[in-house]
């Protein structure tokens, strides 16, 4: 069937900001979805409140929202929009919740639900329609039971038992979910994944723990043809969230007849569900018995690796069917002459490992369990798993602490952490048996063999180098730098034996047929695949797992610089490891090498064809730190390869602190004072010359503990102790802390001989929270024209002394009208997209353009004055992470971003924070605690709030403050003096926004109770008093005006 | 021990041999199924070729006995780029093969020659097992008779007729060489079964008083099976006729329709097939020859196609009762979407 006539206008709903649970793979989905959607002729209406994401470009859809995803807000848009459709499975959970919203609330009216429907959603979220479907059907899923009330918690224990897996209905990654082997245990998990729960329910199931986890992406379409586009086995046994175990493409241990088995229930749930479509289905398999664990009637992390893993574009392929084509009407766009229609066949092993945030969050529950705490995950393909693990371990970026104890390997095997997977092979070092682990871990043994190999590898090239075994070590996976080391050769040397590496394609179809996607893995083979071609390219450098800090903002550059260069006519290849990410998709660049990202790793690449350059600054601080090294090792293996744009001296010049600061005093603009120590008697010096408090960090870190603030000698001493290791080589760097400045970043472009500003922004939080946590506003608010004019002035200044050719991101702080530089960092920044997003200048492509020696003059660009106002507020991930301290600091901490935009401070602020999930109330009461310095700053926005209805309550300090100027304050007991205090409230509902700002050392404890509460019972929270400012004056605004509701076009028109 | 795989073309490829010490010579041919391996092996169509699997790992979860198509393996060798040697709870696919003389050769790039058969078509090859004398093995290689004129049926079929009881109806089976689940698929619907050796005379059939004949997969050129050509002959319009594989390769010829040798055939079990008009199919395939769907009489339709190449996949003819199919619903290995419509319906139309 040709696709339904009457569908010519399409509502397709994004995944909002980056969060645990819920990273890039949708704007890898949507964006597809988008680009299949337009081939046919539909118009695409998009709204996603996510700045940084590529469905969002001007590009992708017809009209594009950059609007918070909340249903009455989309109900606008519908109805100013008046789409023939909605496709609903593009979006996550956040895409399938807000269609049955919207169903619920009578805002689809002639809005037809495409792809999943409203029955599927309901029937794949709420478990109790989830089961009774499956045994309709005659599937088995685990005895179970639903909560609604804790009351209902003796019952469950005697009609599930123990242990019992809880998990809470309408959650992203299972958010508030785990397993209770103990009464109590389940009291306090079910307790907590009630309030989670959007319907305030959790269901009890019965423990499959230890079983296999074994996972379908299934396709079907509206002919009722089925296939299964790839099956997934899981490492870690059942008990683990898949989102946080490592998993391997295609099932590698069950015989065909077990396969069958579990692909033909699979097809048979998704018939029943009626999915048209894409659909995600887990199972628990143990001998011969399977039960059905979960069904994500949409696109989901697990269909975007599917889709990476086989080369089949499940996001693609599912929109079109969502508009009636069948699969055999649509092209497998990897042979170009087949149709959509088969099951991909692949000829390697693909393995995935998630990337988590514990090395910025040490302080939180590492354990691993049925809900998500991973930020994201890097893919890794090879022709053996041992080759695949091994690529996976390299691209993970992350400092693995090896274990050596016995007893502390046998904790972390039987309690998993996110240390568990690099101490399976501690614990083959340290000579555990395959039987052992296996009995530890739950694991199979054809999987910890794999590692053995490996370490059993380690042992025989340490104790020698014989060609054949260095070859043996290739095809296993060993880099060559680990084969040097190991051996005590020189790299050279192990190359010389090994040579380079053959690079595969990934085609869909084990090499049954020609195919055209140039998507390539290297492994160590007899024939390479790749043809050297003469004509010259370019290889830019992806970014790597998403983790804290390095998001999705630079997929989001990376791919712009893609698009920038393509437009110039030049061949493009990407080398990245995130299967989420829209630069991984086959047909983003003109080649795509799936890779770690190591310097031998993209050395070989440049090895393997003639290639003009390479970018390195749009990856990432990963990419840039490979810009040195690669440089070097270009001019060794005399290869004609520049490193475009800024240079590598250059992008040094900018990072080194005294070739800075030289530079700075050259030009003659202010920057903090500032020195490095070399030992701990020389920081005390420093820090008592610069004057307490002092921003501190080291060189070198140690255990991801990076930037703190420090008030006084002892704060310092015990940081010189805890947390770094000083020397020569490793300096810690002092600086003074602006307290109470304000802080401005800038974004902008330098051809080497004009700057282009991109965006000025200020910073809504006061210094010392780290830019990437701080909520920020274009244009900025109070700043005054001379602060602007001289931060122009520096920005150009400095742009061009560093030597910039491409992106430069400087941050300033402004305190008693004098403009300090904090730092230039001459790379893609994190702020890119939304500066993009808010003024229309596409940063990074003209950015991509002056690398290939393009000038800004020719370019046509100019800095843009907006009328509107554009905020960018983060997303914070305290609630998927038990334990974390909530207290914003120069640590990065958030996972993602939104955008609120509209044509006031107030309303774009407003939308900001309902973006974020942290609505700001109307009406309702208010809890504020402050510090006793602000007590007095806080009377205007308390007065501000009360003038509005809000009814304020606090702490005796804050009440009385509260008073004293008149403003009716309400009095609750702090959380240590026991009840009645605000906890008690936000456990009965009673609370719609705390305003509480992070206090001394004293109540510090009091502090964290309340913000845990707070995540817990998901209330809208502020913790700055320039939020708490900003707050109030969003309240204020939106009780006047109305809220924009405009496509980003009317705005960028409009500027 | 040393292996090597010698090819027509003069290329060869030194690997690591497992199983038996020797050598033995064929076809090569590539199999896309990435489970099932003990399946594939024991199936004996494969009579006369050598099996390589694209998926690199092989042996996984070792060798599944209770899954096998017929008692033991009967392709001639196996390439594999990694066999494992230590599989969960079953025996290992190398002592298996050493224990039956099974030849096998691994750590060769089979991407590599899986894109040289698709450039090239299917290629003569040789397998030597305990010895990597390369020109040897391409000499060997070329030393190949064509499989169109080799006689490889009577190496897989049965040589004495028996019988499978049932309550249902009888049905006589010219064994090719049968695959074990065809068997089973008959039985579980209650078939009387006469399983018959290829070479088998009409009026040996006859005796059976068979309600429908069904043909069988088997190895090699179809128009080599020339008695059961004749008994569908003799039986066409009398009883309904049933076949798959190479059953339905044979009815076409009885039907004076032409078969061919595909450039490098469909072994996997991930093909699509549509069936005319209706619904698309995952099927299971192995086969190297087709049948040539314009040289069908008038009488006859394609009943199935192959979405990737338009290929013949079954047809049918309504005048004479005639159904057979290209793929394999029987499964074993590969998806099971086919067997219940397929079986079925058969077993439904037989008066």
Request: with cysteine; glycine share 8%.
């Amino acid at each position: 069937m040709p696709r339904l006539p009457h569908i010519q206008k399409v509502l397709l709903i994004g995944s909002g900001p980056i969060q645990i649970g819920q990273a890039a793979e949708f704007d890898f989905s949507g964006s597809q979805a988008c680009r299949a959607l337009r081939e046919e002729g539909v118009e695409v209406v998009l709204v996603n409140s996510n700045p940084a994401t590529i469905q969002t470009d001007p590009e992708m859809a017809d009209v594009i929202y950059v609007e918070p995803l909340k249903a009455d807000i989309i109900a606008k848009i519908i109805e100013k929009e008046k789409p023939d459709g909605i496709l609903s499975g593009m979006g996550g959970q956040t895409g399938l919740n807000l269609t049955a919203e919207l169903a619920e609330m009578g805002a689809l009216a002639g809005v037809e639900i495409l792809g999943t429907p409203l029955e599927a959603i309901y029937r794949g979220e709420d478990r109790e329609k989830f089961r009774t479907l499956m045994e309709e059907i005659y599937e088995p899923v685990p005895r179970s039971m639903i909560l609604n009330h804790i009351d209902q918690i003796d019952e469950a224990l005697a009609q599930v038992g123990l242990p019992a897996i809880i998990r809470p209905a309408y959650t992203l990654g299972g958010a508030g979910g785990g397993v209770a082997h103990s009464p109590e245990e389940m009291r306090r998990i079910v307790e907590v994944g009630l309030q989670r729960s959007r319907i305030h329910q959790v269901l009890i199931e019965e423990s499959v723990l230890g079983w296999q986890e074994i996972e379908f992406e299934v396709m079907r379409d509206s002919a009722n043809t089925c296939l299964i586009v790839c099956g997934m086995e899981n490492v870690d046994a059942m008990g683990i969230h898949t989102g946080e175990s490592v998993v391997v493409a295609p099932i590698l241990t069950l015989r065909d007849d077990e396969f069958q088995l579990l692909r033909c229930a699979a097809i048979k749930i998704i018939r029943a569900l009626d999915v048209q479509g894409g659909c995600n289905i887990q199972f628990a398999y143990r001998n011969g018995d399977y039960r059905v664990i979960e069904v994500n009637p949409r696109v989901s992390r697990s269909s975007a690796l599917a889709s990476k893993a086989t080369g089949y574009p499940i996001a693609r392929v599912a929109a079109k069917i969502a508009i009636g084509l069948r699969l055999d009407e649509i092209t497998n766009s990897v042979t170009g002459s087949t149709p959509a229609s088969f099951e991909p066949a692949i000829d390697y092993v693909v393995v995935k490992v998630p990337r988590w945030p514990f090395d910025k969050f040490r302080r939180a529950d590492r354990t691993l369990t049925t809900a998500m705490k991973s930020t994201g995950e890097v893919m890794a393909i090879g022709r053996t798993v041992e080759e695949a693990f091994m690529k996976a371990m390299r691209s993970l970026d992350t400092d693995i602490s090896s274990h050596s104890s016995p007893n502390e390997i046998r904790m972390v095997l039987s309690s998993p952490t996110d240390e568990r997977f690099a101490c399976l092979f501690d614990a083959f070092r340290t000579g555990f048996s395959v039987a052992e682990v296996a009995e530890l871990t739950h694991i199979l043994p054809f999987f910890l063999k794999k590692i053995e190999n490996i370490v059993k590898m380690e042992e025989v090239l340490k104790s020698g180098a014989a060609s054949d075994t260095i070859r043996k070590a290739k095809r296993l996976g060993f880099s060559t730098e680990e084969i040097a080391r190991l051996t005590g050769r020189s790299v050279d040397e192990v190359e010389a034996v090994a040579g380079l590496p053959t690079y595969k394609m990934v085609d869909t179809c084990a090499a049954e047929f020609p195919a055209n996607t140039p998507y390539f893995y290297s492994t160590w083979e007899d024939t390479c695949e790749i043809v050297p071609q003469d004509h010259e390219k370019v290889l830019i450098l992806g970014s790597g797992p998403i983790r804290i800090g390095q998001g999705i903002e630079f997929d989001y550059c990376t791919v712009h610089a893609v698009m920038a260069l393509r437009e110039e006519g030049v061949e493009v290849h990407i080398v990245n490891n995130n299967p989420e990410t829209v630069s991984t998709d086959f047909d983003t660049s003109d080649r795509l090498f799936f890779e770690p990202m190591q310097l031998e790793d993209v050395v070989n690449i440049l090895r393997k064809d003639h290639y003009a350059g390479v970018m390195v600054q749009f990856g990432g601080q990963n990419s840039v730190n490979l810009a040195m090294p690669l440089e070097k090792r270009l001019a060794e293996l005399g290869l004609a390869t520049r490193i475009l744009g800024t240079s590598p001296d250059a992008m040094d010049m900018a990072e080194d602190r005294d070739r800075f600061s030289g530079i700075l005093e050259d030009l003659g603009i202010p920057t903090p004072p500032n020195s490095a120590a070399y030992s701990e008697t020389e920081a005390r010096a420093i820090a008592e010359s610069i004057g307490y408090p002092v921003l501190v960090r080291p060189s070198y870190v140690l255990g991801g503990r990076a930037m703190e603030i420090v008030y006084d000698e002892v704060e310092l001493e015990s940081y010189m102790k805890e947390a770094v290791r000083v020397s020569r080589q490793h300096p810690v760097l002092i600086d003074s802390f602006l307290q109470d400045a304000v802080e401005i970043d800038v974004d902008a472009v330098c051809d080497g001989e004009e700057v282009l500003i991109g965006g000025i922004m200020e910073h809504i939080e006061e210094a010392g929270v780290h830019s990437g946590d701080s909520a920020c506003v274009i244009p900025p608010q109070s700043l005054s024209d001379s602060v602007i004019g001289r931060v122009r002035d520096y920005t150009v200044r400095l742009a061009l002394a560093i030597g910039t050719a491409g992106l430069i991101n400087i941050q300033y702080a402004v305190k008693d009208d004098v403009v300090y530089v904090l730092e230039a960092n001459p790379r893609a920044s994190r702020t890119v997209p939304f500066v993009s997003k808010a003024t229309g200048i596409p940063l990074a492509k003209v950015a991509a353009k002056t690398m290939l020696g393009r000038k800004l003059k020719d370019l046509g660009y100019v800095e843009k004055e907006i009328r509107h106002v554009a905020i960018k507020e983060v997303l914070l991930p305290f609630n998927k992470l038990p334990g974390v301290d909530t207290v914003l600091g120069p640590e990065m901490k958030s996972t993602g971003e939104v955008m609120g935009i509209d044509y006031g401070f107030g309303r774009a602020f407003y939308k900001a924070c309902i973006a974020a999930d942290n609505e700001l109330p109307l009406e309702g009461n208010v809890f504020i605690s402050v510090t006793d310095e602000q007590k007095e700053e806080i009377v205007p926005i308390a007065r501000k709030l009360a003038d509005h209805g809000l009814a304020l309550y606090g702490t005796s300090g804050t009440v009385e403050a509260l008073t004293r100027a008149g403003i009716a304050t309400n009095l609750v007991r702090k959380v240590q003096e026991g009840s009645p205090n605000v906890i008690d409230m936000m456990r009965r509902g009673e609370v719609n926004l705390i305003v509480n700002t992070p206090a001394g050392k004293k109540s510090r404890q009091d502090h964290y109770e309340i913000m845990r509460a707070t995540m817990d019972y998901g209330i809208p929270y502020i913790t700055t008093m320039q939020g708490a400012r900003a707050a109030a004056m969003a309240i204020d605004d939106i009780t006047t005006q109305e809220i924009t509701i405009e496509p980003l076009r009317h705005y960028h028109d409009n500027s | 021990m040393k292996a090597v795989l010698g090819l027509a073309d003069g290329e060869y490829c030194v690997g690591e041999g497992f199983g038996a010490e020797g050598s033995c010579a064929g076809e090569l041919v590539f199999t896309t199924q990435m489970a099932g391996y003990m399946e594939a092996l024991t199936d004996p169509s494969y009579a006369g070729q050598i099996l390589m699997f694209t998926y690199p790992l092989v042996g996984n979860y070792g060798v599944d006995e209770q899954n096998f198509q017929s008692p033991s393996v009967k392709a001639m060798g196996c390439v594999v780029r990694e066999v494992c040697g230590y599989p969960a709870g079953a025996p290992d696919m190398k002592s298996y093969f050493e224990d039956h003389g099974v030849f096998g050769i691994s750590g060769v790039d089979t991407r590599s020659l899986t894109i040289r058969t698709r450039l090239h078509g299917t290629l003569r090859a040789s397998l030597i097992v305990g010895d990597d004398n390369g020109d040897h093995a391409v000499e060997c290689a070329r030393n190949v008779q064509p499989i169109t004129d080799l006689d490889l049926i009577s190496q897989v079929s049965c040589t004495q007729p028996y019988r499978i009881e049932g309550k249902g109806k009888r049905i006589a089976v010219i064994d090719l060489g049968i695959k074990k689940n065809m068997i089973l698929s008959l039985r579980r619907r209650g078939a009387d079964l006469y399983v018959f050796p290829h070479d088998v005379r009409h009026d040996e059939i006859e005796a059976c008083k068979p309600q429908a004949l069904f043909l069988t997969n088997g190895p090699g050129d179809p128009r080599n099976a020339r008695a059961a050509i004749d008994c569908i002959k003799r039986y066409l319009g009398r009883i309904p006729i049933y076949g798959i594989c190479m059953g339905n390769q044979v009815a076409a010829l009885a039907f004076g329709a032409e078969t061919y040798k595909m450039k490098f055939g469909h072994r996997g079990s991930n093909q699509p097939v549509r069936r005319k008009g209706g619904q698309i199919y995952i099927t299971t395939q192995n086969h190297g020859f087709a049948v040539d769907g314009d040289t069908l009489p008038e009488d006859c339709e394609i009943a199935f196609t192959n979405l990737n190449d338009g290929s013949l996949e079954g047809f049918s003819s309504r005048y004479h009762d005639v159904i057979t199919v290209q793929f394999h619903p029987e499964a074993h290995g590969g998806p099971r979407e086919t067997e219940q419509p397929f079986f079925d319906m058969i077993y439904r139309r037989i008066p």
